[in-house]
């Protein structure tokens, strides 16, 4: 008779655990979080100029060439988030598309949590800087990533990705296809503090560059932060050696070497509005 009581049923199901990330960002990277249906997500991203000069404009705080994102995510449906974000930096407009395919459960039924992501992104110069024989096609740059994340007790969650990026035109010496691999994490303090960190690195996969060797190859983009949650909103505050936020810029052209201190402060506000 137990067996068949809904309430027996009920306290036996493995639920997701809990609040294995608090955004769906963590500095440049997505997480597996999505948040829950019919969830508008508003989103600040700034970037400020290079550390390079340290004090002289203090550590890039007043140094030329910051860049900035703004976005907005949707959540139509329970795991699916539509988002759109317009960036400075090539005046980039992006469309993406998260997924889970998969949640973390208490029990451990389902041991990771799965998501997968994608993006196309618009670069918005003008057509001058795509040299002759202009298409539209030649703005049009894609991302996709594979998000397979676990949290481990209440302490830290930390989540692997792969990527492939690709570019319809590049520069000379450039390739059009990036494969990358990726390592990042949130490390809890309390409830309203975390450490985070990224290391993404871009690989040089000879079975897809277009030439003899690798010209200009991206440095990887490492990159660690602070987060702080408020009743409505998270930040986050780090240092990147990135200094885009599309993930298929990062992965072809970043050029800052964080072994030799190429890195920016930055920082990212989150602001959510459930209407269920």
């Known amino acids: 008779m137990a067996q068949d009581d809904p309430v027996v049923e009920q306290k036996v199901k493995d639920l997701p655990v809990r609040e294995p990330f608090l955004s769906g960002l963590l500095i440049d990277n997505q997480t597996t979080f999505v948040p829950v249906k019919k969830t508008f997500e508003f989103v600040i991203q700034h970037k400020f100029g290079s550390m390079d000069n340290g004090f002289k404009d203090l550590f890039g705080i007043y140094a030329p060439f910051a860049s900035i994102r703004m ?3 949707y959540v139509p449906i329970k795991n699916l988030q539509l988002g759109y ?3 400075k930096i090539r005046m980039y407009n992006d469309f993406s598309a998260k997924y889970t395919l998969f949640e973390q459960t208490r029990k451990n039924t389902m041991p990771v949590a799965v998501t997968l992501y994608g993006n196309m992104a618009i670069d918005g110069r003008e057509k ?3 040299g002759t024989n202009y298409k539209f096609e030649d703005r049009l740059s894609y991302f996709g990533q594979l998000i397979i994340s676990r949290k481990f007790g209440e302490w830290a969650t930390i989540q692997a990705n792969t990527s492939f990026a690709h570019y319809n035109k590049t520069e000379e010496g450039i390739d059009h296809d990036k494969i990358s691999v990726g390592l990042n994490g949130r490390i809890t303090v309390n409830y309203k503090y975390a450490v985070l960190f990224q290391f993404d690195l871009p690989l040089k996969a000879k079975s897809i560059t277009e030439h ?3 010209i200009d190859h991206p440095y990887p983009n490492v990159g660690i932060g602070w987060e702080i ?3 409505a909103h998270v930040f986050q505050l780090f240092a990147t050696s ?3 936020f599309v993930p298929q ?4 052209y970043n050029q800052n070497n964080w072994v030799k201190g190429q890195l ?3 920082f990212i506000i989150t602001r959510l509005y459930n209407f269920s």
Request: charged share 20%.
């Open 71 to 73: 976005g907005i995510n």
């Open 85 to 87: 974000g317009l960036s």
């Open 128 to 130: 001058e800087h795509f």
């Open 212 to 214: 003899n060797e690798f």
């Open 229 to 231: 949650r408020t009743s």
């Open 242 to 244: 990135s200094d885009s």
């Open 249 to 252: 810029h990062s992965a072809l």
């Open 264 to 266: 920016r402060f930055g």
